[in-house]
């Protein structure tokens, strides 16, 4: 998907946000999985990329996806305290916090990645992530990295 | 206790084998040990999937860890193990033999589904039009007949519940399948419905509106307030579908060169035609009249059923490609012979009427009802009244001699053509034979009805004309042994009931003349045909005979019904098969009782509600014309009264999910089979079952909606519940701010003299769950005390009350109240410090007490196992695992009330101990899976295949499957690319294992449902092919792209594109995995020579490995050994 931003216009309603998401292979993909036997409908611009555990969130792979032209990344995790590997998802969040300071330090806002923690059941929270996501990156407009005119972030579009 | 020199008493080793019976976690967990440990295992499961209670629980306590989370890799691993074999909807008969060497006998409830088969795709759910009580959900929410337990169920099959047939179907002779259409309209699929009745009946729009409906008189909602309306509802529905333009029948498939004749076109023939045809024969019918269709078209007068309907009925039979010969009258059975026919079958119909053999019967003027009616039916008497080609004048005043439905019919007919019309019959006004709504509606239109009359002769008007009918009254009549009238005559009661013409409707008979006496073809007393009832084969070979000419003058839906049977029949005849239909499993009829219909009631199942009424044409409206004078329902009426219908055999067999399975799954005939298996030992691990919250009438449950069960809180807790994990009040949906729960019901009262034992903890974590879905719920627990015994459960307890603001009192009440306009509840209590308070609450919760269901205090006595005045397993004070009978074990609630843990501790100590004595049958009766060589793939460039599934519509239906697939193809490394129907049904799987060898694929790629549950089938499929099982990858596009972007065609088809693009990038970089063996000492160290340490060491022993006890102490024991208790004799035995 192309996006060809046009200055003045307001993207509020046109722009289609890439979003890559990240989960464990235990409660985040068991939460999708639920959603979907719900028929519980969110937006299909998140791309979902497995993780053994969000413990394995590695920096880099945050930044790689902006890199390659996701507009937003989030990751989802069990519940605090319910992690698979124990402490897991508290190593990812910790990366994920620091990920935003760094994505921050290069003017990309630090409200494009995000981290949600849910059980294996919880497909109405799985799909209200992904919609939550949706809606923020929309109303922040495309990724600051693909856009080489500006060079840095306005404020927001309203 | 086991005489544990079993092993050693002989030179055979016990079974190795065992059977479990339950498949909840206690079962799963018993069967698991076994199975890992080299025993063959049978799980028997008396639900259609595995799972039991605990998959029905949002969290578990302490941990508050998600209950399906944990329990479902138990469920996969249960279902794929080799040497698990999981019988669902099965019971144990009985267990006979010695431990070592049982055999138990199985009965396999029908499941209507093939389970090898079914892939649970759900499209038979989809299309199933009978809802029930979703029982998982505990009846919070309705579900269909086709269901799958839960959506995690295993296996992952759907199934059907059937209770019996139908009391509606059972009573039309023809087997309507009444319930099954009643649904369908409900849901406003009346093409589907029309399908449904013409299975059975090609007449759905005549017997919509002269059909005497038998049906209802049987229907069990009568037992509520009035039977449905099923006739209205049938012709609502044709009267619905003809009114779209018709479609054209397309001709039947000529198979066979045999040739059938058929004499007469009534319902009966017609039927038997269409059978006949479809079947692939060539058929005939002769017809003497100059239109098809009997008596429908030419005894049943206008008003009551349209020509057009006929027409249109018997046109799409002629169009099968039926060759119909009207005005062709047969005169000579073997005539027809002559012609060569295979078969014959004679369906004529009464059409002869009956003259009394009384003097002046012959006279002008009197006339016979046949007759009159088929004149005023083929119009010969259109013009004002006026008779025409032939047929008998018809004077002004007209006087019926008969009480049937057809001297009505020719009364009613008779006043439309503008005449002065009575009746007389010889039965009493209330006995008259004619259906009550019929008499008062010819009355409603002007007929005078003389009752109890005899007819003793017509008078001459001196022309020898009839002016009148000399009669008696009648004071009692009664037919003898031989059918012969006796009549007792009021005396001097002669007296003359005046009139111009004479009509005799007594009776009607078949006109059989065409067949002689040397022809072959017996005859009854009677006059009727002789016939085998079940085959209806006449005393000559090749000649079948059907409808009136066989039972007398009878209903349309009984023609219908003796149609299809002659046609089965004639196709075995013609098959040269035996004649005698075979049997089929038979099914109870469902009566249900009035306490079944009350409970229903109770429940809110049920809600009283009359019948949708019928509008009719006004009497003056009606009387100068053959308009017909029932209206018909409307869409919303007509679902209104559909929707009434209670579902009785809950399967209709609308047979909407054969038409929808796409693998070919379904079987509706299927029928419960009883097997043996050998087995070791028995383990009994059934479960409890909730207390029936009802029987605690002082509490509302079913009167008041907003008291629920504790079970029923739980699936208001539960995300995949029916409320999505909204706590919702079943009277309104409004979040409940206010809850209170209520402990001890159906325990520690005085019909449960014991401790469930788990209800203060589940209602602890019910209101800590509340609170963290909204945290200004407040919830108030009305206990006696609190049992918090475990580990971490008093922590836990303690943390509800400080952290999360649970008020705990401490009462225990006694009544509840319902204010009826808000549905809150008034609870009065005595609080601690005496006060008498009242408080109201938005939803009260039960926390329902664990008992014994009955049909598990059933298994317990089948299998002598004893049990206690609870239904409680009873088990040995030092064994508890071991019940009363040797050999057989009881685990998990059964034995007491017990939570989840220790369910699972005794699963798997009843494990060991079998697994003890059972060592030296280990691993002889089980399987290991055998793959062939894997092929080795280093240094092989990534040769990718890519399989997309349609999931039936699942996929489908939502994106562009053949356009991923096609895709796929020009990404790099793939070689193969295709999309199937169901990528998991067995043909696939195998169908897949050739693709790998064909295209020496050496990656795979399934683009269809989740790798959670489907990854291990298809590695396995991989492994069939010679492929390392980690080269398989799979991309969800189902549960997480199709079911989730329903609406947007293109973008789902974009991200299934993506997702598959991701799948394939990740596959090429797949290397085979293998798992590494490492040696294992079989030996164990005990630290602690107590009663466990001891146990454990024991049971370690006993299985064949070292146990190495370690006790600090001098002596064994532990601190048992040192008390005082009545037990310690018994330990310092075993020391």
């Not at chain 2, 002769?457 to 009254?473: E, F, M, N, S």
């Not at chain 2, 679902?639 to 067999?653: K, T, V, Y």
């Not at chain 2, 990038?1065 to 040696?1079: G, S």
């Amino acid at each position: 998907m192309s996006v060809t931003p046009e200055p003045d216009r307001d993207n509020h309603n046109t722009f289609e946000p890439q979003i890559t998401a990240f989960y464990c292979i235990y409660c985040g993909y068991m939460a999708a999985d639920t959603a979907g036997v719900l028929r519980l409908q969110y937006p299909a611009n998140v791309t979902f990329v497995r993780l053994p555990c969000t413990g394995k969130t590695d920096i880099r792979y945050i930044l790689q996806a902006f890199e390659q032209g996701a507009d937003g990344v989030y990751v989802v995790a069990c519940p605090v305290g319910n992690c698979h590997h124990v402490r897991g998802n508290e190593r990812g969040y910790a990366r994920v916090q620091r990920a935003r300071q760094m994505l921050e330090a290069v003017g990309i806002e630090g409200e494009r990645l995000d981290m949600f923690f849910m059980s294996g059941g919880q497909g109405a929270t799985f799909a209200l992530a992904a919609q939550q996501m949706v809606d923020r990156i929309r109303r922040l407009g495309p990724s600051p990295l693909k856009q080489p005119a500006r060079a840095a972030p306005e404020q927001h579009h309203g | 206790m086991v005489d544990r020199s079993l092993r050693s008493n002989g030179d055979s080793a016990p079974v190795g084998a065992v059977l479990v019976v339950g498949g909840g976690i206690a079962g799963m967990q018993a069967a698991l040990d076994l199975a890992e440990q080299g025993f063959k295992v049978y799980l028997v499961e008396a639900q259609s999937a595995i799972g039991g209670k605990m998959a029905q629980l949002d969290k578990t306590f302490p941990t508050n860890d998600c209950a399906m989370c944990t329990i479902s890799p138990k469920l996969v691993e249960t279902g794929r193990h080799l040497n698990i074999e999981v019988l669902t909807e099965t019971e144990v008969l009985s267990v006979t033999g010695e431990p070592g060497d049982f055999t138990a006998r199985l009965r396999r409830a029908p499941r209507y589904i093939d389970p090898d088969k079914c892939v649970g795709c759900g499209d038979c759910a989809t299309v199933c039009p009978v809802l029930v009580p979703d029982t998982f959900n505990e009846g919070l929410v309705p579900r269909h007949a086709a269901y799958k337990l839960y959506p995690q169920a295993v296996p992952n099959a759907y199934a059907i519940e059937k209770r019996g047939i139908a009391p509606c179907r059972d009573a039309c002779p023809a087997g309507q399948r009444a319930q099954g259409y009643i649904a369908l309209i409900r849901e406003g699929r009346y093409a589907d419905a029309m399908r449904v009745i013409k299975m059975d009946n090609p007449f759905p729009g005549i017997c919509g509106r002269i059909c005497n409906h038998r049906c209802e008189n049987e229907c069990n909602r009568g037992q509520v307030d009035e039977p449905i309306n099923i006739r209205a509802l049938k012709r609502f529905v044709t009267d619905k579908v003809y009114a779209d333009p018709r479609e054209p029948v397309a001709p039947a498939v000529r198979k066979y060169d045999q040739r059938v004749a058929i004499i007469g076109a009534g319902p009966c023939g017609l039927t038997a035609a269409q059978d006949l045809v479809m079947a692939g024969y060539g058929v005939t019918v002769f017809e003497a009249m100059p239109v098809a269709g009997g008596m429908l078209r030419l005894g049943v007068p206008e008003y009551r059923l349209p020509t057009d309907i006929i027409e249109h009925e018997v046109q799409d039979i002629v169009d099968l490609g039926v060759e119909l010969r009207l005005n062709c009258q047969v005169d000579n059975l073997d005539d027809v012979f002559a012609e060569g026919f295979d078969a014959v079958l004679i369906a004529v119909g009464a059409h002869e009427g009956v003259r009394l053999p009384i003097p002046g019967a012959d006279m002008d003027g009197v006339l016979i009802n046949t007759r009159f009616l088929r004149d005023v039916r083929l119009n010969r008497y259109a013009h004002g009244g006026q008779p025409a080609e032939g047929a008998p004048p018809l004077g002004a005043r007209v006087l019926v001699l008969g009480g049937g439905n057809v001297a009505i019919d020719v009364a009613r007919t008779a006043v439309r053509l503008g005449r002065q019309v009575q009746l007389a019959c010889l039965e009493s006004r209330d006995q008259m034979p004619a259906h009550a709504w019929e008499v008062e509606a010819a009355e409603a239109e002007g007929v005078v009805i003389h009752a109890g009359r005899t007819f003793e002769r017509i008078l001459d008007d001196g022309t020898g004309h009839a002016a009148g009918v000399v009669c008696q009254r009648v004071a009692s009549f009664r037919f003898d042994e031989m059918g012969r009238l006796h009549v007792e005559k009021v005396p001097d009661s002669e007296h003359v009931l005046e009139c111009d013409t004479v009509i005799f409707s007594v009776g009607q008979r078949a006109g059989l003349a065409f067949i002689p006496d040397d022809a072959g073809v017996g005859l009854t007393d009677r006059r009727l045909i002789a016939v085998n009832p079940n085959t209806l084969a006449a005393t000559r070979s090749g000649v079948f005979a059907a409808g009136d000419s066989v039972s007398g003058t009878a209903f349309v839906i009984e023609a219908v019904a003796s149609g299809h049977t002659a046609a089965r029949s004639i196709i075995r005849y013609l098959q040269g098969e035996h004649l005698e239909p075979p049997r089929k499993p038979e099914l109870p009829v469902v009566h249900m009782s009035r306490q079944e219909i009350d409970e229903r009631i109770a429940r809110g199942e049920i809600k009283p509600q009359p019948r949708v009424p019928m509008p009719e044409l006004p009497v003056a409206q009606r009387i100068d014309n053959f308009a017909e004078v029932e209206g018909g329902y409307d869409d919303a009426s007509a679902q209104a009264e559909a929707s009434r219908c209670l579902a009785c055999g809950i399967c209709s067999e609308c047979m909407s999910c054969t038409f929808a399975c796409g693998v070919d799954a379904i079987d509706h005939d299927m029928g419960a089979r009883t097997e043996e298996v050998r087995v070791g030992a028995v383990i009994l691990a059934p479960g409890y079952a909730a207390y029936h919250a009802e029987m605690s009438e002082a509490y509302g449950y079913g009167r008041y909606p907003n008291v629920v069960t504790s079970l029923q809180f739980e699936r208001l807790l539960s995300a995949s519940g029916p409320t999505s994990g909204h706590v919702k009040r079943p009277s309104d949906g409004s979040a409940p701010r206010r809850i209170a729960f209520l402990q001890c019901v159906g325990s520690r009262d005085q019909t449960h003299d014991y401790c469930s034992a788990v209800c203060c903890m589940y209602a602890a974590k019910e209101a800590v769950m509340a609170k963290e879905h909204a945290r200004e719920t407040e919830v108030s627990i009305f206990m006696m005390d609190m049992r918090a015994f475990s580990k971490g459960y008093d922590q836990y307890y303690k943390r509800a009350e400080r952290d999360y603001g649970v008020r705990y009192i401490r009462s225990r009440i006694s009544e509840v109240r319902e204010d009826p306009t808000t549905h809150d509840l008034i609870l009065r209590y005595q609080a601690e410090d005496l006060a008498l308070c009242e408080e109201r609450f938005n939803l009260v919760v039960l926390s329902v007490g664990m008992e014994i269901a009955e049909g598990v205090r059933d298994l317990g006595r089948r299998l002598g196992v004893e049990l206690d005045a609870y239904g409680f397993c009873h088990t040995a004070r030092f064994d508890p695992l071991e019940t009363s009978r040797p050999g057989i074990y009881a685990v998990g609630p059964f034995r007491e009330p017990k939570d989840i843990p220790e369910s699972i501790i005794e699963a798997t100590g009843a494990a060991a101990s079998v697994a003890g004595w059972l060592a030296p049958a280990r691993g002889l009766l089980t399987q290991e899976p055998v793959f062939p060589p894997e092929r080795d793939v280093r240094g092989e460039e990534p040769r990718v295949g890519v399989f997309v599934c349609h999931c039936g519509a699942n996929i489908g239906g939502f994106l562009d499957v053949p356009g991923v697939a096609e895709y796929a193809l020009t990404l790099p490394g793939v070689v193969h690319a295709e999309s199937n129907l169901y990528t998991c049904s067995q043909d696939s799987i195998k169908h897949i294992s050739e693709q790998i060898e064909a295209h020496r694929l050496n990656r795979v790629v399934i683009a269809s449902c989740t790798p959670t549950t489907h990854l291990p089938l298809f590695q396995d499929c991989a492994r069939a092919a010679g492929l390392n099982p980690y080269l398989v990858d799979m991309a969800n596009i189902r549960n997480q792209c199709s079911w989730v972007h329903s609406h947007d065609w293109e973008a789902a088809t974009q991200k299934a594109r993506d997702l598959v693009r991701m799948a394939v990038a990740r596959a090429r970089r797949l290397q085979p995995q293998y798992q590494v063996e490492v040696p294992v000492e079989p030996s164990a160290l005990i630290i602690g020579g107590g009663p466990a340490g001891m146990t454990a060491a024991l049971a370690l022993a006993e299985q064949g490995f070292a146990a190495h006890l370690v006790e600090r102490e001098p002596r064994l024991g532990g601190t048992c050994a040192t008390c005082t208790l009545p037990t310690t004799g018994a330990i310092r035995r075993r020391c």
